[in-house]
């Protein structure tokens, strides 16, 4: 899955969490690229959207 896939697919569920008044916990996993930088960007931009949502 590319790094702007990573992102939809996390903006749908924290979207929906979010209008259902679900409770959300993030940890990180994963990171199979081998870029190092891939890994860190997909993971970041979990956070930051988190903090879009819920912040």
Same mark, same amino acid.
């Given at each position: 899955? /590319?790094?702007? +896939? ?18 959300? &916990?993030? /940890?990180?996993? +994963? ?18 959207? &988190? ?5």
């Amino acid at each position: 899955m /590319s790094i702007a +896939g990573c992102r939809e697919r996390d903006r749908i569920v924290l979207q929906l969490c979010q209008q259902e008044s679900i409770p959300v &916990a993030l /940890s990180m996993g +994963g990171g199979y690229s081998e870029k190092i930088a891939h890994i860190v960007e997909a993971h970041a931009n979990t956070y930051r959207l &988190a903090q879009e949502l819920f912040f």
